[in-house]
T-cell receptor, first 114, second 115 residues
């Protein structure tokens, strides 16, 4: 079975600071990787996803993530955060070719101070 | 993206009563729907997977007689928490997927409080 670790539980940044949220997964096979964002009071939204190909994935709102297979990592980055990026961020994984749904990390609460 | 609507967003019920939560895909046919539970400061934990017209597949440790799932149509799945107790208080989230696509879309969640 796969598992996902997000080591940062709460990150506080000032506007314009750079962001990197860590995500590591555990699974012996090939995976699909996702980052979701949950703004206060709203549902989960997909930020970006990696299935195959270029390990550097660009998503919405200026976010990107890099898949490093040797490190089992899929860290989320943004060069300059905004107050509106305050939200909870979830990393998720599922096994390629599997009909099963995603396994989520515990989430990282990002607070951006104006 | 596709829209998944979950209702109600918040419900308070008395211990011993049953509560039904609806999950609807508004603009696509959801062949598969998933129900998650999220405890405070914790991750989403998959409870069950339901395919339209079939019995739901429950994850280990989830009581199927307590959490009844019905997926009678391609746009609607329901989760009924039967004989609810305070320990069932949680945030329940559904997601829906169309066909073999691996991307799923999420409802806004239901905050259940059992008093």
């Amino acid at each position: 079975a796969q598992s996902v670790s997000q080591h940062n539980h709460h990150v506080i940044l000032s506007e314009a600071a750079s962001l990197e949220l860590g995500c590591n997964y555990s699974y012996g096979g090939t995976v699909n990787l996702f980052w979701y964002v949950q703004y206060p009071g709203q549902h989960l939204q997909l930020l970006l996803k990696y299935f195959s190909g270029d390990p550097l994935v660009k998503g919405i709102k200026g976010f990107e993530a890099e898949f490093i297979k040797s490190k089992f990592s899929f860290n989320l980055r943004k060069p300059s955060v905004q107050w509106s990026d305050t939200a909870e961020y979830f990393c998720a994984v599922n096994a390629q070719g599997s009909a099963r749904q995603l396994t989520f990390g515990s989430g990282t609460q990002l607070t951006v101070l104006p | 993206g596709a829209v998944v609507s979950q209702h109600p967003s918040r419900v308070i019920c008395k211990s011993g009563t049953s509560v039904k939560i609806e999950c609807r895909s508004l603009d696509f046919q959801a062949t598969t729907m998933f129900w998650y539970r999220q405890f405070p400061k914790q991750s989403l934990m998959l409870m069950a997977t339901s395919n339209e017209g079939s019995k739901a597949t429950y994850e280990q440790g989830v009581e199927k007689d307590k959490f009844l799932i019905n997926h009678a149509s391609l746009t609607l799945s329901t989760l009924t928490v039967t004989s609810a107790h305070p320990e069932d208080s949680s945030f329940y989230i559904c997601s829906a997927r169309q066909g073999a696509r691996t991307e799923a879309f999420f409802g806004q969640g239901t905050r259940l409080t059992v008093v």
